[in-house]
């Protein structure tokens, strides 16, 4: 009867290939260790069946059994991985998954002495469990194990197989394809888990750089773009005051269609010497003061209205008079216009002025003369007519509404 305990103990794992020599003629040894592939498959299935060892050693058969499976399905010649499924399938009472173990080891080492001592305790368990046979069926049985010992013997001992051998669809594909194909598969590989991996970090810094770049970009055109304005900004106010320059000369020099501020003091310079002191007065009025630069002009132009705006008043209120009475409205405007800042007391001059904007149809500033007038002369005859004007003008503009 089998001590299982002591069966395991038999059973020794091995480290790698090389401690596996005994399982494996020396040419196909040779022709495993020149295969890489091969030879990485065969040790990884030396460690599966080491594992399996130690869960059966432990007392997890299940365990053992499932990794051993798992061992022979890649390496269908693996005979010491056979005996012990062999060895936990009787331990079990399996005898059925025992028998087809063992006759596989058989197949493969036909003298396999472990297998033969195994067979033997098989066929003593069945022995014990089955009923007593007929005389007769047991020589019938005897006979007919005496033929099948015959057959075996007569037949040429099978050459063994390698353990790691995979199988014949493996064996055939393999056979075509030399060492560099699997280098060069595993390269493709290599590339494609690279790409994979290192593909999206590539792209993302990739990105970023790009990103930054653009970003680089941007600021540039935005620092250009704010010294073209900052050019252009100051371009243009090189030209404003260039025009403004311009103008200013022009009003002091004047132009062909009107006379400069320095040609306006001489023409009233000239006037006053003549004892035109109405043309005098006109052509000061025409004078923006401001614009004098110098103080000798500024001292002459106020020399001269302090001479000339008192007794020029008359003239230029005449002179606009009569324009008015020639229905020459424009020129009669003109006129009073001037002969009220020369003298705003002349009540006479406004009331014209305001006959000459309605003669003009400038409503609006007529209202706004006779208003004036209503406000500043009070209780006089040209207030009394300001107000009827207003009125008048008030009727006529609702009709026409």
């Known amino acids: 009867m089998l001590n299982y305990n002591e069966e395991l103990e038999r059973f020794q794992p091995c480290a790698d290939l090389e401690s596996a020599e005994e399982n494996i003629y020396g040419k196909e040894l040779e022709e495993i260790k020149k295969n890489k592939t091969e030879l990485y498959k065969a040790n990884q299935m030396i460690k599966k069946y080491n594992q399996a060892l130690n869960y059966a050693k432990q007392g997890n058969d299940d365990l053992a059994m499932l990794q051993l499976k798992n061992v022979v399905a890649a390496i269908p010649n693996f005979v010491d991985a056979y005996l012990l499924m062999a060895l936990l399938s009787i331990k079990e009472e399996n005898y059925d998954d025992a028998r087809q173990f063992l006759d596989t080891i058989l197949k493969i080492e036909p003298d396999n002495e472990l297998a033969v001592e195994y067979g033997k305790e098989f066929e003593s368990k069945v022995v014990e469990e089955e009923p007593e046979e007929k005389e007769s069926d047991k020589k019938e049985k005897k006979k007919e194990k005496k033929k099948q010992t015959k057959a075996q013997t007569e037949q040429p001992p099978k050459k063994k197989e390698s353990p790691f ?112 002191y109405t043309g005098s007065a006109d052509a000061l009025l025409d004078i923006d003061s401001k614009k004098l630069t110098t103080k000798n002009m500024k001292a002459i132009y106020k020399d001269l209205t302090a001479k000339v705006y008192p007794s020029a008043g008359t003239g230029l209120y005449s002179k606009g008079k009569n324009a008015y009475w020639a229905k020459d409205y424009k020129t009669a405007i003109s006129y009073l216009k001037k002969a009220i800042k020369v003298s705003d007391t002349n009540r006479y001059a406004y009331d014209y002025l305001a006959k000459a904007y309605e003669g003009a149809s400038d409503q609006k500033n007529a209202k706004k003369t006779y208003q004036t007038i209503i406000e500043k002369f009070p209780g006089t005859s040209q207030a009394i007519n300001a107000k009827s004007r207003i009125d008048a003008m008030g009727k006529k503009s609702a009709k026409s509404l």
């Open 165 to 276: 051998k995979i199988s014949s669809f493996q064996e055939n594909e393999s056979a075509g394809k030399s060492p560099m194909f699997y280098m060069v598969t595993g390269i493709v590989i290599g590339v494609i888990v690279a790409a994979v991996l290192i593909y999206p970090t590539v792209r993302a810094s990739f990105n970023h750089k790009s990103t930054t770049q653009v970003e680089d970009y941007k600021e540039q055109i935005l620092a250009k773009d704010t010294q073209l304005k900052a050019s252009d900004k100051k371009v243009k106010e090189a030209q404003k005051a260039q025009k403004k320059a311009e103008d200013e000369l022009d009003e002091y020099i004047g132009t062909s269609k009107k006379d400069g501020v320095y040609d306006l003091l001489l023409s009233a310079l000239q006037k006053y010497s003549d004892r035109d």
